[in-house]
């Protein structure tokens, strides 16, 4: 029934503007290791509850539904019979739940829940009141399950920081590893990591061999030992190999490590194997241009599929074949032209939960059985969304003003035959640096809400953006409002020659990188764009160095030196607030009052700024949303005047 209702809807008006700015409802699902029971984080009536569900019937069979507003933030089967999970809570002013460190047990069936491990793991108001468990001001990470023991797990534990009156994960201080009772919550500290900003790899009985850390510097480093009794030696020293190899995970019989980096000329990140006993390591994969972002593990820990975003996903395999390879091209060619992975397995790998996912599927799951080769329907996310009614992404490929290729993507909405050419938003992503930071061709409930209007979307990966390589990323350095802006307009420019839009229509929007990215293209470019929209974005790159909260975090300091640089003067020709005058687009500003990350003051004087020029900006404000907006009615709000503005400035 509710496909029919979108097809009728779809002929008669615009899908409705709640199908886009709603949270998902299954968020994710995860197997038990023997397959009976599915865990799935749900969301009803605005909450993220725990479900737990039976994988022959699919009914519910316990469960957690959290209080005050709070929703659960992650999952993990400890074993068959008992689960440990985190809330994410409703605290201070914000809007959204933030996750805080505590960490629960409960068994499938919704007995013996117990809070193991956080700020009030003592307080007699969780009903879990023990002598032996202490509050705890620190964030934790399940680094081992503990294959062979069903009572412990071996947890990373983050100190807190004070700043003010909050307290903050700012990872500024050595990792501690603790072996956490999951029935009592007695808790036995094991070990303590020797560097700031560190996290461990630990093998499935507990022994702490491999160790991480980012030095102020923000190059990374790896080091290794035997056992838990032995001293740490740096992997480059041990093994030879380059700086910047991480240690992702250990093979079955614990003789290779997997490690993911990139050595060639372009910086493509992938994997390789490293031998312990002789040193030797090997890349793993079949050649590829770009960078693998999602890896599916073999049943051995080899990994054994890579995806990776050339355009549209495409996947790399191991060299070395193995039975999961085998499967997952079965079910590559099942699903043809979507994106597969796997989510969950039992422990026997004999089933596999199975996510499919593409540019107009928000994502499915299915359970598959290795053996039959039989898959079984399961869920779909967003379930309100019929994907024959969204529009499809294409990879494209522009030339940049100085030869550099820059790749991206391209909505354009569906239009009956002999429809004028539509107008244009180009839709920045923010970032610009950090990992996973680029536009994938993947369900964006944003783009589908543009394109359901009538606009065509534009999102390029320009320089400077994650997924190519570290030699494209670094030639992003310094260029927030040099090369990166230019590549953003020039691809826009071509669209217009390849005569896919209206050159007369055209509007930049993004939010965070991309909300500055939005007002300085207007800047340099002056009569290429009707309008702009800035969300949470940064307008003057000095607040970066003195408002941010970067400054404060571990390696914030050189990571801002870096990118940014200190060049006063170059800041400030890169700052969209010092060239108000230029702007001759309509300006809309959105921001949240909690921000840390990029703070108000961003948008406060950029709005005073083009005010004083003549060109005063339409201004959403939220005052209990942090760098980004969350709830659904203000999002509701925000959605709604983004698309009057641009109907306003667009369409007449």
Sequence with gaps: MLVFYASFISASEDLPLEYFIKHGDYLDLQLSPDGKHLAARIRIDNKVILGILSTS????????????????????????????FEYAEKRFSLDRPVPTGE???????????????????????????LSNKDDVLASQEVISLLENDDRYILISEYPWDKNGSRYY??????????????VSGKKRKVDVLPHRSSSALATKNGQ???????????????????DNESEWKNLEDVFNVEQNFIPRGLSEDEKFVYMSGGTSEEGIYTYFKLNLATGQYVEIFEPHDTDIEQVVYD??????????????????????????????????????????????????????????????????????DSESLAARFIWANSSWIDPRLLAAMKPISVKASDGETINGYLTLPKQKSGDQKPPLVVMIHGGPHQSGTRDFWDYNSETQLLASRGYAVMQMNFRGSDGYGERYKRIGYRQWGGK??????????????????????????????GGYAALMTAVKEPDLYNCTI???????????????????????????????????????AYSPLYHADKIKAKVMLIHGSEDRRVPEINSEALSEALTKVGNPPKYLK???????????????????GLLDFLDENLKN
């Design 299 to 368: 049943n051995g820990g080899l990994p054994a599929v890579g995806i990776t975003y050339p355009g549209k996903s495409q996947y790399v395999y191991a060299k070395e074949e193995t039975r999961t390879s085998k499967l997952h091209k079965l079910l590559a060619d099942a699903f043809k032209g979507q994106t597969v992975s796997i989510a969950s397995h039992t422990r026997d790998w004999k089933t596999l939960l199975v996510h499919v996912r593409s540019d107009v599927n928000p994502g499915e799951y299915y359970l598959f």
């Design 484 to 513: 990166m802006i230019d590549d953003i307009n020039d691809s826009v420019k071509w669209a217009i020659e390849q005569q896919y839009v209206d050159g007369d229509n055209i509007c930049a929007y993004g939010a965070s990188y």
């Design 622 to 640: 939220y005052s209990q949303a942090g760098h980004g907006v969350f709830d659904e009615e203000d999002r509701r709000e925000l959605y709604q």
């Design 169 to 182: 994960d700012n990872r500024v201080r050595p990792a501690i590893i603790s072996k956490l009772n999951i």
């Design 534 to 572: 800035g969300y949470v974005g940064i307008y003057d790159l000095q607040y970066m160095f003195t408002e941010s909260d970067i400054p404060n975090n571990w390696g914030g300091k050189a990571y801002l030196q870096r990118v940014l640089g200190n060049d006063k003067a170059q800041l400030k």
């Design 103 to 129: 960490l629960y047990a409960i068994n499938y069936d919704g007995s013996k829940r117990t809070m193991l491990y956080g700020y009030r793991a003592n307080d007699a108001k969780t009903g879990s009141r």
């Design 57 to 84: 019937e699919m009914k519910i069979v316990g469960g957690v539904r959290p209080q005050n507003n709070d929703i659960i933030h992650t999952v993990t089967w400890a074993n068959n019979e008992r689960l440990v």
């Design 208 to 226: 702490v061999v491999f160790m991480k850390w980012q030095d102020e510097e923000g190059k990374y480093h790896a080091a290794y030992r035997d």
